[in-house]
């Protein structure tokens, strides 16, 4: 079957790999993803980037006020700019980017953010989820295939939002931002690790529970939006790892630097019938 919108650098290493994971099954397997432009879509109807989860919440005054959204976006415009820049080396931008989310965490304790507010959220602000994204949740359920959600997003408002559209079954994860909240419910601390969108590859899962579900299961799909998502299984000791990158935006400057990092590339914000179909050939 011919795929729109899919690249594939070395078809024949590909090839061996996939005919590899098939031939090992489903026990043998599990996913790790990214959540957010990677499990939702990269952009919208109109072409504006699709919200993350976080930034759900810094859209609406209603939810932290108005000053909390001021300062949010001040961060955002000190930061984001690091973070995309192809200048800057690797080590500080990545010191910057934990520097960000400790600023961002203080706001929101600053500002109240609590059990009650990610509950507004969830209910208010729906996700724009990746057309076949909810056919692959499905389908690794079906299968018994763990599937790790790996995100910088503030963990509890995740897992709210799995909940609320029956995604949070018992085959799927999340490793993610959690916070410490007191009696009233208000986010007092964030836990370690603290996970950002440069460190992920410095996040072990085995000093998570799951990692009992999944140290057997040797081959790994893994589906990322950044380069950096690339790596998220460092450390772990795979036989097999297929890395399936989807690249939104700015296709024509990053495509090269894609492509290098990831097996299979699916550009213009694509849909998930590759790797759905991927996942219908292991039994």
């Not at 729109?4 to 078809?11: C, E, F, G, L, W």
């Not at 909940?163 to 949070?168: D, I």
């Not at 893994?222 to 450390?235: F, N, Q, R, T, Y």
């Amino acid at each position: 079957m011919k795929y729109k919108d899919v690249v594939i650098q070395y078809p024949k290493a590909f090839e061996e790999k996939k005919k590899r994971i098939i031939n090992a099954g489903s026990k043998n397997l599990h996913v790790l993803s990214d959540f957010d432009r990677t499990i939702t879509s990269g952009t919208t109807p109109e072409g504006k980037r699709t919200e993350t989860v976080i930034s759900k919440l810094r859209s609406d005054p209603k939810y932290l006020g108005e000053e909390y959204l001021k300062k949010a976006h001040e961060l955002f415009d000190i930061y984001h700019p690091i973070e995309i820049s192809t200048e800057i080396p690797f080590e500080e931008k990545k010191a910057k980017m934990y520097e960000w989310w400790m600023r961002h965490f203080d706001l929101l304790v600053k500002y109240k953010f609590n059990k009650q507010v990610i509950k507004k959220v969830v209910e208010e602000k729906p996700l724009r989820f990746r057309k076949g994204a909810l056919e692959f949740i499905s389908l690794l359920y079906s299968k018994d295939i763990p599937l790790i959600f790996m995100s910088a997003a503030p963990g509890d408002l995740l897992i709210e939002y799995l909940k609320k559209n029956h995604l949070l079954t018992p085959n799927v994860h999340v490793i993610s931002n959690r916070y410490e909240y007191d009696e009233k419910g208000n986010a007092v601390r964030i836990l370690e690790p603290i996970i950002h969108v440069l460190n992920k590859s410095e996040v072990s899962l085995k000093d998570f529970p799951l990692y009992e579900q999944i140290k057997n299961r040797k081959n790994i799909i893994l589906l990322g939006d950044d380069v950096s998502d690339a790596e998220m299984a460092e450390g772990f000791d795979y036989n097999d790892i297929i890395r399936i990158g989807f690249l939104n935006e700015n296709i024509k400057e990053r495509l090269n630097t894609f492509k290098d990092k990831f097996d299979v590339v699916i550009l213009n914000d694509g849909n998930m019938d590759f790797v759905n179909d991927l996942i219908k050939e292991i039994k």
